[in-house]
T-cell receptor
Framework: LAKTTQPISMDSYEGQEVNITCSHN???????ITWYQQFPSQGPRFIIQ???TKVTNEVASLFIPADRKSSTLSLPRVSLSDTAVYYC?????????????FGKGTRLHILP | DTGVSQDPRHKITKRGQNVTFRCDPI?????LYWYRQTLGQGPEFLTY????????KSRLLSDRFSAERPKGSFSTLEIQRTEQGDSAMYLC?????????FGPGTRLTVL
């Protein structure tokens, strides 16, 4: 399973776009990139998943360059309720062994 | 609410006691996972079931820990002779394939 590196913490203001970048230099051909969000005292919640280029859903966008050695989670117009920990994960999530290896994540703090 | 439930939500116990947690996954999900999370850390994988078969156990899962998933439905995680270092949030997740849906967790405090 590829190791990921992401910033420990970030601050932003309400209404801003927030971009969190994750490095995964050893990503394998079969690996997908997945982001989870976790609020205090809750389990992680799936946000978005992608393999290459760009993926967008109602919550976020995920940008993946051609070499796939990094990815950027983009949260448009954040609000106070987006304050949470965001985890970047890579793995063959459709394979037999799909346990998730979490890092420490990025603590995002949204200020009013 | 993801559809995965865990019981109890909180458990306080004295060192040396046994505790058991329950996880009810989303009904059509054949895969079930247990994770442990301590303050400031990401969740750590403990063990994984596909249907009723326990396919993988982490080295974190000492002999005091045991998990079962009878009939491939709900799962239990038992910790025997609890230690203060067992204090953590215990998370359960289920999936059919791919995205994992996490429960709210059981917070264990060992005094």
């Amino acid at each position: 399973l590829a190791k990921t590196t992401q910033p420990i913490s970030m601050d932003s203001y309400e209404g801003q776009e927030v971009n969190i970048t994750c490095s995964h230099n050893n990503i394998a051909t079969n690996d997908y990139i997945t982001w989870y969000q976790q609020f205090p005292s809750q389990g992680p919640r799936f946000i978005i998943q992608g393999y290459k280029t760009k993926v967008t859903n109602e919550v976020a966008s995920l940008f993946i360059p051609a070499d796939r050695k990094s990815s950027t989670l983009s949260l448009p117009r954040v609000s106070l309720s987006d304050t949470a920990v965001y985890y970047c994960l890579v793995g063959d999530l459709y394979g037999r062994d799909d346990k998730i290896i979490f890092g420490k994540g990025t603590r995002l703090h949204i200020l009013p | 609410d993801t559809g995965v439930s865990q019981d109890p939500r909180h458990k306080i116990t004295k060192r040396g006691q046994n505790v058991t947690f329950r996880c009810d996954p989303i009904s059509e999900h054949n895969r079930l996972y247990w994770y442990r999370q301590t303050l400031g850390q990401g969740p750590e994988f403990l063990t994984y079931f596909q249907n009723e078969a326990q396919l993988e156990k982490s080295r974190l899962l000492s002999d005091r820990f045991s998990a079962e998933r009878p009939k491939g439905s709900f799962s239990t995680l038992e910790i025997q002779r609890t230690e203060q270092g067992d204090s953590a949030m215990y998370l359960c997740a289920s999936s059919r394939q791919g995205e994992q849906f996490f429960g709210p967790g059981t917070r264990l405090t060992v005094l």
